[in-house]
């Protein structure tokens, strides 16, 4: 079996990124022919349709310094090398990592697919990253700046703007069962303040929150659900959220949902929820697909680029270093009373923009159809891209994993 070498940010407990695994490794063997996966991770993870993957790194292995994934890409029998998701090339020594990859690499065939590229650090960063994207067949961009930077160090580079991978687990069948009524308001927030040293803005923002969400339960009977999309010892998002909790007073009902490495269970978590604030933006992602309306407090410049990117209302994005405990109150309240408006973009739209990271004018089914090494006809191919189901497949649960 020739296997499929899949590189990201894997194996770190953090629910944004297990999606993108999910995601490449299914488009993998769908599209690309892919039988077997490798998977740059520092722990154990799941991907569907195979066990658990081993660990290829080590766990405090240097990101510049992956001696085992290097040594694996060297052989010849690794037929395609897929980038899948994250913010490539910002500093020059994590960008000359993904160089030293992509020399050893006897396969031909390499894809980037849903990935931020820059802001640079350095010209070094630059060089590097207009040299990999010469090197590789095809690389779908998740948002205009990438696209532009792209356009301006490569432009004759295989480049073209998709979206960010997550929306595509719509793509599964049956991600999401909506046979229960909606109810509960999910928070997911995250350590940053905690990274930047800054203790006295973080509690000063948490006392906020728990302020709002206590007032939010005695007008409206909500429980407040704090869902963690990072599960770190140490930087994870439970953390906050208990801190969260210390300020409320003890008759608010809270209920806390740990970090899972199922994503397609995490989006039917937030497909229960009639509301989701979020500071996290893979959260919001995760919200937005399973068409929960969301509250923006955006505390970083990604956050609010997909906000503008998607169309989130200008009133519910909320400077997560500014926030009035009656304004978010009142947000919420005229919401769940009233309604909430809805972004610009649909989910439906974003799941397809998710797509085109797979079938694009570089790169199509066709192309796919004849190099695939599992090829199926290409009129199956075609189908699958529009949404056909494959019933053996079973998402809700974990035996998809």
Not at 113 to 131: I, K
Not at 170 to 179: K, N, T, V
Not at 270 to 283: D, E, G, I, N
Not at 287 to 296: D, K, R, V
């Amino acid at each position: 079996m020739n296997p499929t070498y899949i590189d990201g940010n894997f194996g770190q407990k953090n629910t944004g990124n297990d999606a993108e695994l999910l995601i490449a490794s299914w488009a993998a063997r769908r599209y690309y022919g892919a039988q077997h996966l490798m998977v740059n991770t520092p722990r154990g993870v799941w991907s569907l349709g195979e066990a658990r993957l081993k660990a290829l790194v080590e766990i405090n292995a240097p990101q510049h310094d992956n001696y085992r994934a290097g040594k694996m890409l060297e052989k010849p029998e690794v037929s395609q090398v897929i980038f899948a998701g994250g913010k490539l090339f910002e500093q020059g020594i994590n960008g000359q990592k993904k160089i030293e990859m992509l020399k050893l690499a006897k396969a031909e065939r390499r894809f980037a697919f849903g990935v931020g590229l820059g802001p640079f650090d350095s010209t070094q960063a630059e060089n590097l990253c207009a040299e990999f994207l010469q090197k590789c067949q095809f690389v779908g961009v998740r948002d205009e700046e990438s696209l532009e930077r792209a356009k301006a160090i490569a432009p004759d580079a295989r480049v073209a703007l998709t979206f960010d991978l997550t929306p595509a687990l719509l793509e599964l069948p049956r991600p999401i069962d909506q046979s229960e009524q909606r109810k509960g308001i999910a928070l997911s927030l995250c350590a940053l303040e905690r990274i930047n040293g800054d203790a006295k803005a973080e509690r000063f923002r948490l006392v906020a929150i728990a302020k709002s969400l206590d007032l939010l339960h005695y007008f409206t009977g909500e429980v407040i659900h704090f869902v963690d999309f990072d599960g770190g010892r140490e930087w994870g998002d439970a953390q906050v959220h208990r801190e969260v909790a210390s300020y409320m007073d003890a008759q608010t009902p809270v209920c806390f949902h740990a970090y899972s490495p199922y994503p397609c269970e995490v989006l039917n978590t937030m497909a229960s929820f009639r509301v989701a604030l979020c500071m996290r933006r893979h959260a919001a992602m995760f919200a937005h697909a399973a068409s929960t309306p969301i509250i923006a407090l955006n505390g970083e410049s990604e956050m609010r680029q997909w906000c503008v990117q998607i169309g989130v209302p200008y009133v519910y994005q909320i400077d997560a270093n500014n926030i009035g405990t009656s304004t978010l109150t009142n947000i919420l309240c005229a919401g769940l009373f009233e309604g909430f408006a809805s972004s610009r973009m649909s989910a439906e739209e974003a799941r397809d923009r998710a797509m085109s990271n797979f079938h694009n004018r570089y790169f199509s089914v066709e192309a796919a159809g004849h190099q695939s090494h599992d090829r199926g006809s290409v009129t199956a191919l075609k189908a699958a891209i529009v949404g056909e189901q494959n019933s053996e497949l079973k998402i809700k649960g974990r035996a998809h994993y």
